[in-house]
């Protein structure tokens, strides 16, 4: 069983960045594909990024690619989530979630999850 734990959440100014971290433990994540989510109050959880876990692909949908970029280093167990030029809209709790099998934007394809880290996009 993997455990998740997100950081580097906090309120950041418009325009503003932060980067995410999500630490594993109990297993190594280089065998899982490993997404990031987010969830705002009212809303639906929506996937943001994931990343394979055998090349490191990196996978964004829609117009995301460019403001989020994802990233791993399973050497430290780590997977992250350069969010760049914030916005209001922005702010949710952000998750990421290990996949044993393919991962996707879909929270259904994932087995484990951590308990979210607050991001807050406001002046």
């Known amino acids: 069983q993997v455990q998740l734990v997100e950081s580097g959440g906090g309120l950041v100014q418009p325009g503003g960045s932060l980067r995410l971290s999500c630490t594993a433990s109990?297993?190594?994540?280089?065998?899982?594909?490993v997404g990031w989510f987010r969830q705002a109050p009212g809303k639906e959880r929506e996937g943001l990024s994931y990343i394979s876990h055998e090349y490191g692909n990196a996978y964004y949908p829609g117009d995301r690619k460019g403001r989020f970029t994802i990233s791993r280093n399973n050497a430290r167990n780590m997977v992250y989530l350069q969010m760049d030029s914030l916005r209001p809209e922005d702010t949710a709790v952000y998750y990421c979630?290990?996949?044993?099998?393919?991962?996707?934007?879909?929270?259904?394809?994932?087995?484990?999850w951590g308990r979210g880290t607050q991001v807050t996009v406001s002046s």
């Open positions: 979630a290990a996949a044993r099998s393919r991962g996707g934007f879909q929270p259904e394809r994932y087995d484990y």
């Open positions: 109990g297993q190594t994540l280089d065998s899982y594909n």
